[in-house]
């Protein structure tokens, strides 16, 4: 089953790529206190996305050396 994330384009500079910020919340094991956690992934883009758009991406085969998700759609 692929994995999907929702997340924020933080960079659209690259030709049909995009760098998208997810953020997880996680509870900490010990102290029970919500951490943010955020990772960037590289995502296939074959259509004009601002900084900032809220996209949905669905991971897939290896298109790139370091990009390993599509864009699923555009949520805003």
Known sequence: MSQVKTGTVISN???????????????HPLYKKMIT?????????????????????????PLAKQVHFKILEVLD
Do not use: S
């Open 13 to 27: 500079k690259m030709p049909k790529t995009v760098v998208v910020k997810v953020l997880v919340k996680t509870k």
């Open 37 to 61: 956690k955020t990772k960037n992934f590289n995502a296939y883009n074959d259509r004009q996305l601002a900084i900032g758009q809220k996209v949905k991406i669905i991971e897939t085969r």
